[in-house]
């Protein structure tokens, strides 16, 4: 039974100098057999093992990690959560998620930090500004809270931005969303670790998938570093790595998986309380809690698993960045570092059956796919209990790729891919 | 970031390189007779291996032709460079 959190379990154990805390979630060795596994301990994998027991009634389930929870791009992320997509699925899939962030701490009774401040995304060219406009117009009759913003409205939503129109990318407008923000990436992985734990899942860390044992068509189980774990349902959720799991059972995914990096400043005072995005120029930022600027870079354009970047890619931002805001001419960066995300040819995800019977991926996510973790678990997990998608995710089957269905959404990011 | 010896220009920076995907992919030879299934695999899924992979890249700053690698993915450690046409050396 899990101790609940709240302002009298604080007091509780500041009395005791915060060392008899329960721990948040237990350290199991896995079972011979499970109903199904899932194979990635971010909060995808482990928000799918929290719903797939609270809503699905299925307790005899584990998820196995390589490293540590959150240790993948769950904590490498710049944890901006948004729902302005341009197209019709892509709007329903990522506006159920924001919709149960923002419930989220409630639910999970753990503060995943969830800070409705707003993501604004600049225009830069006549284009940009089309295209803004077209998503607004698009994101309002989705039922997505969207504005479009005069150059005026966007310096007086964020001052620090310079506007001025001789700088090298002008700022010409841009749009807003209001009920999007950031989240605290680790409290995600850590609340659902701990809710999902709690309703009996078994979370075995230190654990690499080394095989999928199949009969024909059906999946019979996989081969861990800890051993061979039985179980008719895996459910893939290996961002980077998925190809490479995914080639352990004969498939292949349209992926390519390729270097993100990001970066943050040393930390100082509050300077900007919103998110901004600018899709021409590669470049984003907010502020973090403790005062860092969190930066996001773009992609490599090669494949790589190396979980290093070019150093040309941080240049290029930065020097986007200093342009727009010359206040940060000044600030130091503090830590730079990559993450490998596996990129669709439309940049969309996969939420899906394969061919195997038994054997679900949800991946694809790119560079964005932090924002969906609540959604895509909730998704993934319906899917994989059913053996069906939910209408949500049904345009994001695998078989889109032979039928031509693509969700094209090259704005995931609201960045050029 | 890492150097690329060009078989053409010799070594380079990186940056002025454009890669291309993976390698030895052929092109249909009847395109009008190939199903869905074969098009999506032609088109779409990818091997993306972590390890030894053969890949195209082009010089796109330099002399912009194309030529082949074989790079390890998990490091990306260059193991081989060889011209387009020519057969991919055996590991």
Not at chain 1, 109 to 130: C, E, I, K, P, T
Not at chain 1, 227 to 249: C, D, E, L, R
Request: with cysteine; hydrophobic share 35%; aromatic share 8%.
């Amino acid at each position: 039974m899990r101790n609940k959190y709240s302002v009298f379990s604080l007091i509780k154990n500041a009395l005791s100098y915060h060392e008899n805390w329960q721990r948040a979630w237990n350290d199991p060795a896995p079972k011979k057999e499970y109903e199904a596994v899932i194979v990635g301990g971010g909060g995808h994998g482990l928000a799918t093992a929290y719903y797939l027991a609270k809503k699905h009634n299925m307790n005899n389930i584990a998820v196995v990690e390589k490293g540590w929870i959150g240790g993948g791009n769950t904590g490498r992320n710049t944890t901006i959560i948004r729902s302005n997509y341009l197209w019709d699925a892509s709007a329903g899939l990522y506006d159920h998620a924001l919709k149960i962030w923002e419930g989220l701490s409630q639910e999970l009774n753990y503060n995943v930090m969830f800070s409705q401040r707003g993501v604004m995304n600049l225009a830069h060219n006549l284009q940009d500004v089309r295209d803004l406009k077209r998503r607004t117009h698009a994101n309002r009759l989705n039922g997505i809270d969207a504005v479009y913003l005069s150059t005026e409205e966007v310096k007086k939503f964020c001052p620090i931005i310079n506007t001025s129109p001789d700088i090298r990318y002008p700022v010409l407008g841009g749009t807003l969303q209001r009920r999007a923000g950031t989240a605290r990436h680790d409290a995600v992985a850590w609340g659902y670790a701990r809710g999902a734990d709690a309703m009996g899942v078994d979370i075995i860390q230190n654990c690499e998938v080394k095989g999928i044992k199949r009969n024909g068509d059906s999946v019979e189980g996989i081969e861990t570093t800890k051993g061979f774990i039985k179980t008719k349902k895996v459910g893939v959720v290996a961002a980077g790595h998925s190809s490479v799991i995914a080639n352990m059972a004969g498939l292949r995914l349209p992926l390519e998986s390729k270097p993100l990096q990001a970066l943050v400043s040393e930390p100082v005072k509050p300077i900007i309380d919103t998110v901004v995005m600018s899709n021409a120029v590669h470049a984003y930022v907010s502020q973090s809690d403790k005062g860092e600027l969190v930066i996001g870079a773009g992609t490599d354009d090669y494949v790589s698993y190396s979980q290093k970047g070019s150093h040309q890619i941080v240049e290029g931002t930065l020097n986007a960045i200093l342009e727009l805001y010359p206040i940060f001419s000044r600030m130091r960066m503090l830590r730079q570092w990559g993450g490998i995300v596996d990129i669709c040819p439309d940049a969309s995800p996969i939420l899906s059956k394969t061919s195997i019977k038994g054997l679900y991926f949800n991946c694809g996510w790119g560079t964005g796919g932090f924002k969906a973790t609540p959604g895509s678990g909730d998704l993934f997990a319906h899917t994989i209990a059913n053996d069906e998608p939910h209408k949500l995710n049904a345009a994001f089957n695998l078989n889109r790729f032979v039928s031509g269905d693509l969700v094209d959404e090259h704005g995931a990011a609201a960045v050029a891919h | 970031m890492f150097l690329i010896n060009c078989p053409y220009c010799g070594e380079r920076d990186q940056q002025e390189f454009k890669a291309g995907g993976e390698a030895h992919i052929e092109r249909p030879k009847q395109p009008t007779e190939l199903s869905d299934d074969e098009w999506a695999e032609y088109l779409f899924m990818r091997k993306n291996i972590k390890g030894v992979q053969f890949e195209r890249w082009n010089h796109a700053h330099g002399c912009r032709k194309w030529f082949n690698m074989v790079r390890d993915t998990s490091n990306d450690e260059i193991k081989a460079i060889y011209k387009m046409g020519e057969k991919p050396p055996s590991q």
